[in-house]
């Protein structure tokens, strides 16, 4: 896990890519059908062992994560020729640590999780534009000309909404990859059991782990 945490923070600082801490995050359906995208990693906790995003607790990922918890992500950094495959558990951030990570988004992005009820169908683009300004009335935001802009000089104080906070992925299996040359690839794989412990986290038992043929 801490070699792993490195290769995260070191992608971060070489900015490897854009989003350098996107990571492919499937979830799987009430009728066994894995659905997977792109959502980003916002914290990478070697102790005890969790990944933080954050999404709309009513998208599609949600619902099926609600339903079946086991999930499995990967990252790659092509540039650096890297790879991490994560299987896990994923479980809702305590809440007061969604409000802390909400609090710290620029306020078009926090309007944007009030504006958008994701994964759910839309009828047209002016509809969704409709439907944030409308919210962002409720919400006391009186906008510009745009919905990038705003009528008054402050920036507005925007509550998270309830619908909208982070989960954490315990993980359960870890894989490292990188790159070989003749795709000699060297491979290492860990895992460890978890039990459910209380609401927001598991009890882990010890790492075991060997290379794997690439
Ligand atoms: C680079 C990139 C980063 C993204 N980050 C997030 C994210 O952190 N959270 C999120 O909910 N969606 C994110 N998305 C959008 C998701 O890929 C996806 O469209 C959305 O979450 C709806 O997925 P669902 O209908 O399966 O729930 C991102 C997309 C891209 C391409």
């Given amino acids: 896990m801490e070699l792993a945490s490195e290769w995260f923070t070191h992608a971060q600082e070489q900015a490897a890519q854009r989003n350098p801490n996107a990571m492919s995050l499937v979830s799987v359906g009430d009728d066994l059908q894995p659905s997977v995208r792109i959502v980003l990693c916002k914290a990478f ?18 619902t099926e994560i609600s339903a079946h918890p086991r999930v499995a992500a990967v990252m790659h950094w092509d ?12 479980v809702r951030s ?12 620029g306020w078009g992005s926090q309007l ?20 944030l300004r409308a919210r962002a009335n409720d919400l006391g935001v009186a906008l510009g000309e745009d919905t990038n802009t705003l009528a008054s000089a402050t920036p507005p ?5 309830p619908h909208w ?9 870890i894989e490292l990859w990188v790159e070989g040359g003749d795709r000699i690839h060297d491979r290492a794989r860990w895992h460890r059991t978890l039990t459910a412990g209380d609401a927001q986290g ?13």
Avoid: C, H, M
């Fill in 45 to 62: 906790v070697a102790e005890p062992g969790y990944l933080v995003f954050y999404t709309n607790y009513q998208s599609r990922k949600s």
């Fill in 79 to 90: 540039a650096l020729g890297r790879q991490i495959r994560i299987e896990g558990q994923a």
């Fill in 94 to 105: 305590p809440a007061s640590e969604s409000d802390a990570y909400f609090a710290t988004r």
């Fill in 112 to 131: 944007g999780a009030w504006g958008s009820d994701q994964s759910r169908p839309l009828e047209s683009r002016d509809k969704l534009i409709e439907q």
């Fill in 157 to 161: 104080t925007i509550p998270r909404p």
């Fill in 165 to 173: 906070g982070g989960f954490r992925i315990w993980i359960q299996a």
């Fill in 202 to 214: 598991f009890a882990a038992g010890s790492w075991s782990g060997n290379r794997l043929q690439p």
